[in-house]
Nanobody
Framework: EVQLAESGGGSAQAGGSLRLSCTAS????????MGWFRQASENECELVST???????WYTDSVKGRFTLSQDNDKNTLYLQMNSLRPEDTAVYYC???????????????????????WGQGTQVTVSS
């Protein structure tokens, strides 16, 4: 059974930093695309950053230069280092891995409504000005 568990969320002041972790089990970690999503409103699940099996990393424009995605295959853990945080980064952050045959994609509504990925439980990030 695939399981993803996020940690590291919390509160920060604008300009501060947080690091999110996602520990995975139930699949070969390095053989899967992985990604981070965030849900700031009920209407949109935003794709924040992804890493492909080949190690290619992508960021959405709003976090480029501020967030850094990395992974430790020995620990089966995905990280998201978030620096220079802004109030608009406030959201629930989810770690996700696509199911076989699928890619990670952004969808309307709740992230957890996407049936084509495995999801963690989410971790709240709150940034105050």
């Amino acid at each position: 059974e695939v399981q993803l568990a996020e940690s590291g969320g919390g509160s920060a002041q604008a300009g501060g930093s947080l690091r999110l972790s996602c520990t995975a089990s139930g699949f070969t970690f390095g053989d899967s695309d992985m990604g981070w999503f965030r849900q700031a409103s009920e209407n949109e699940c935003e794709l924040v950053s992804t890493i492909s099996r080949a190690g290619i990393i992508w960021y959405t424009d709003s976090v480029k230069g501020r967030f850094t995605l990395s992974q430790d295959n020995d620990k089966n853990t995905l990280y998201l280092q978030m620096n220079s945080l802004r109030p608009e980064d406030t959201a629930v952050y989810y770690c996700a891995a696509p199911k076989r045959g699928w890619l990670l994609y952004q969808n309307r509504g709740s992230c957890l409504l996407n049936p084509n990925a495995y999801w963690g439980q989410g971790t709240q990030v709150t940034v105050s000005s």
